[in-house]
């Protein structure tokens, strides 16, 4: 990377490789932030994933990336981090056996944790509205809520400084985003949403999150340059 | 462990290994909850402490023990995970540079997706009176803020359960800590506080968190058992 700016400020944003969160960190990029991109190793099946983020951040010479290690396997619980549990193929209802307990709540901590030791008041976020329905840590009041607690959480918050948790893909449709992110120049080719890519980041084009993707570049009249292993 | 009584509640326990953490999980045990212990291995310095919190957990017969691995030592900014920091041997002004940029939301995010996963709708932690005016993250509208995002962030919450943060210690000295642990029988000599204790546990006696438990145990009139290295 490039030497720091001390002109800019600085953000945390949680990126997993994916195409919302690199649609996050092109906003933030975008509104002038200096990037610090955050994902995290936690006993996902999806690994390729890592590889992208790290790919997604590189693509910037401004941006520093780093990883943290949490196994989160370990809690279990979740068809994402439990290899007895298998990914659904079709639509399910209710909270799907995807959701990995408590995840962003753990991740936005660490996030908080290290926006502290940068000095950065911005945590950046790729939650949005299409989320909703099944993951109940998705949702406005969550991250409104999380807001509040970044505010008693720590030193910059206890000193008058003001946090702000910021999810600004949360009004929009999978569509909007793409739209969005394509007119920022992010190359989505680099990302993976797949929840069971292969080691060489094929999607399987059958999870819901294969699903999502495929209807959004075809509702955004964008071209879908996902590699499929089909 | 015996077999598990699924008559009783559940409820994590964050352990650390120190006097304040083995005095709740002693409490939560008086209480009637079946205890699942969770303790981080976060790139401390105090190492000695993981080993301490397994001898406590094992010291009862029906708790189960897991340890998380962390690694926030890669985010810095404490002197007890950045090696460069070196931890205070005197008494200082503010917000101590021993302070864990939000460790506890930390801890408490990932108890919280522990406790999904098990079905326990009470969590306890360790914080004190005697902590509130050095670490943001320990005082009780700190923990009132978790229990708000911990009943909006998770499946239990949504669907009308509720999540309680419990903190037992919250107005206690450390004197009246070490009054009710000595009345639910914990054994001291098994905890370990000191913030750079050696190998083998022998405490320095000289740091922040040594001073106050010797205090403690003086203004309780209750022997220390505490082996020190000097």
Redesign the interface.
Known sequence: MSPVDNTKPKAVVLVSGGLDSTTVLAMAHAEGFECYTLSFDYGQRHRAELVAAERVSSSYNDVVH?V?????N????SALTDESIAVPESPTEG?PIT????????F???A???A??LGANDIFIGVNAVDYSGY??C?P??ID??E???N????V??EGGRIRIRAPLSDLSKADIIRQGAALGVDYASTISCYQADSDGRACGLCDSCRLRKEGFNAAGVPDPTRYKL
């Open positions: 780093k943290v290690n949490l196994n989160l370990s809690i279990g619980g909270i959701y990995v307990p408590a995840r962003n709540t753990v936005l901590s660490i908080l944790g290290w502290e030791v109940p840590d949702r009041e969550f809520a999380f509040s607690l970044a008693v959480a720590t030193k918050g206890v």
